[in-house]
């Protein structure tokens, strides 16, 4: 019995997600892949964040070069310069593996700027920093870990 | 309105580097205030940047994004008196752009 009523229930969640997402459509034709990726933004483990982003299948790949301090002690402030040898990037994903929220953002390079980007970022405990590059239809991640020093004793 | 971007656009060749610093206190949502109440959270989303009125780079990025945020990118086929301009637009709506000609400064 409780089960006919949990399929009930799905189906009425899943005519209003679709009737949801039909109506955004609707309301703002084009800007449905532009738009601000909330759901990735919101995801909270790496994984669902890049599965959210159509990237989770990545390969890993040498040609992606993250320079991040090995320890920061200032976790606030971690500089990141990222830099891609695949030929065809268009994008640069960055994951923070450990924070609350790991999707830290994705910088579009595809329209004239060359496959670099420099970011400061929060790093909330010592965590690998994943980077996720799109270049020709395919998915290349690397990875680097980043020490963050607790209790605030590095000055 | 926010206080305006410090931008920094020297060329290499025929490719602009490109330094922005943003004005924005990019409050997670994590944080509480003295009397322990949540700060609520306020950044940057969306970052565009425009060579002559075209848009050659794109950003979407967190919350994770430190204070003040400070970024770099290199835009390709720029020359002396181009005009580049960065437009940035944060979670409660609000909107900066500001513009530089290459070249002009040093």
């Known amino acids: 019995m409780h089960d006919t009523r949990r399929t009930v229930l799905k189906g009425i969640w899943a005519i209003g997600a679709l009737a949801s997402v039909a109506a955004a459509g609707l309301l703002s034709p084009g800007r449905a892949f532009a738009a601000w990726n909330k759901s990735a933004f919101e995801a909270k483990s790496t994984i669902d964040a890049m599965k959210m982003l159509g990237v989770a299948n990545a390969e890993d790949s040498k040609a992606i070069e993250i320079r991040a301090p090995d320890i920061a002690e200032n976790g606030a402030v971690v500089p990141i310069d990222i830099t891609s040898a695949i030929p065809g990037t268009t994008s640069i994903s960055v994951f923070i593996e450990k924070n609350p929220f790991p999707y830290t953002g994705t910088f579009d390079v595809s329209q004239g700027a060359v496959p670099y980007v420099h970011l400061r970022v929060k790093i909330g405990e010592s965590s690998p920093v994943r980077v996720v590059v799109a270049a020709g239809g395919k998915h290349y991640m690397a990875a680097k870990e980043v020490k963050v020093t607790i209790g605030g004793c590095g000055g | ?106």
């Open chain 2, 1 to 106: 309105m926010a206080d305006p971007m410090k931008i920094r656009a020297t060329l290499q060749g025929d490719v602009a580097d490109v330094r922005v610093l943003m004005a924005h206190p990019m409050e997670t949502g994590q944080r509480k205030d003295a009397a322990g109440k949540i700060v609520p959270m306020h950044f940057i989303q969306t970052i565009t940047a425009q060579l002559n009125g075209k848009t050659v780079f794109n950003a979407d990025v967190s919350q994770a994004v430190s204070r003040n945020p400070v970024f770099a990118f290199k835009v390709k086929g720029a020359k002396p008196g181009d005009k580049l301009s960065i437009t940035w637009q944060d979670n409660k709506g609000d909107k900066r752009t500001d513009e530089v000609v290459i070249g002009a400064a040093s």
